[in-house]
C-alpha cells in the first residue's frame, strides 16, 4: 500500500503544476505558503529547528509550488511542514463545518483515544467517556507516550489522530492499530482536505479564507490568533 504521503501528494500533484510561491511565514506555530491557488497551513515544530542565524538557505518565493510541495517528504520536519502547507494551498474539498466533534459522534461511556493535546475537545468529554487515552510528546498532566497508543488503541470506540502526524510521518502508526469498527478522525489546521485521506479517516480540517493569516502567524499567532481566518471544513470517510 502506499503512504498516506504518497497518496496526499498525488491528489494536489496536478492542481500545483504551473503554480509559484507567491508568499509564505515561518512562523512560531504555524506555516503558511500562498500560491494562485489559495494559502495552506501547517504545524511548525519549532523544538526540532536547528540552530543557527539562518533556518533556511534561500528565499522560497518564486519558486515552484510542485518543487515545493515535494519537501513533504522530507525528514527534516521544517521542510515536511513547508511542503505539507504548500500542498494545503490547493487542497479545499469538504463542507463547511458548523457543528462540534460532540455533536457528530456520541462519546457517552466509550474508550477515547486522542494523539494530540486537542485541550477543548477534552474539556468537553473527559467527564463522559468510559477511558480517555491521551497520547503526547510534549509534556502535559494525565498523558501517555505516543509509543504505548499500540496498547489502547484497538480497544478505543473513537480515535481523533492530530494532523501534525503528517508531518512526522507517524499517522499509519497510529491507523494500524486501530480496530476496524473504531470511528477515525484525522484533525487540526495541519490536515489535508484530502479526498483521498477521507478513504482511511474522517476529515477535520481547515480551509484559510483571508489572507490576513499571513499577517498572524508571521506575528507568532498559535490556534487563537489564527481562527478567525479559516473556515472550519468536514469530510466524512468514504467507502469508496
Known amino acids: 500500500m502506499k503512504l498516506l504521503s504518497h ?7 496536478e492542481k500545483l503544476s504551473n503554480l509559484s510561491v507567491i508568499d509564505y511565514v515561518l512562523g512560531l506555530s504555524y506555516i503558511a505558503v500562498k500560491t494562485e491557488a489559495g494559502i495552506g497551513i501547517a504545524y511548525t515544530f519549532r ?11 534561500k528565499n522560497l518565493k518564486g519558486l515552484k509550488a ?14 515536511s511542514s513547508i511542503g505539507l502547507a504548500t500542498i494545503n494551498s490547493v487542497l479545499n474539498n469538504g463542507q463547511k463545518d458548523i457543528c462540534e466533534i460532540t455533536e457528530r459522534f456520541d462519546f457517552k461511556n466509550k474508550n477515547v483515544a486522542i494523539v494530540g493535546y486537542f485541550k477543548p475537545v477534552i474539556e468537553k468529554i473527559k467527564d463522559i467517556v468510559k477511558n480517555l487515552y491521551i497520547f503526547e510528546l510534549k509534556t502535559f498532566p494525565n498523558i501517555l507516550p505516543p509509543n504505548l497508543a499500540k496498547f489502547y488503541l484497538p480497544n478505543c470506540d473513537i480515535v481523533i489522530i492530530s494532523g501534525t502526524t503528517l508531518i ?23 490536515t489535508p482536505l484530502s479526498n483521498e485521506l477521507g478513504k482511511f479517516s474522517n476529515i477535520a480540517g481547515s480551509f484559510v479564507k483571508d489572507d490576513n493569516i499571513l499577517d498572524a502567524i508571521s506575528k507568532g499567532a498559535g490556534m487563537k490568533g489564527i481562527k478567525p481566518y479559516i473556515e472550519k471544513r468536514w469530510l466524512t470517510k468514504s467507502t469508496i
Open 168 to 190: 512526522n510521518k507517524t499517522t499509519e502508526d497510529f491507523l494500524c492499530y486501530c480496530s476496524d469498527n473504531s470511528v477515525k478522525i484525522i484533525m487540526g489546521p495541519s
Open 7 to 13: 497518496i496526499i501528494f498525488e491528489e494536489a500533484e
Open 47 to 57: 523544538t526540532n529547528i536547528s540552530s543557527g542565524c539562518n533556518i533556511l538557505n
Open 66 to 79: 510542485l518543487d515545493l510541495a515535494k519537501l513533504f517528504f522530507s525528514d527534516n520536519l521544517l521542510e
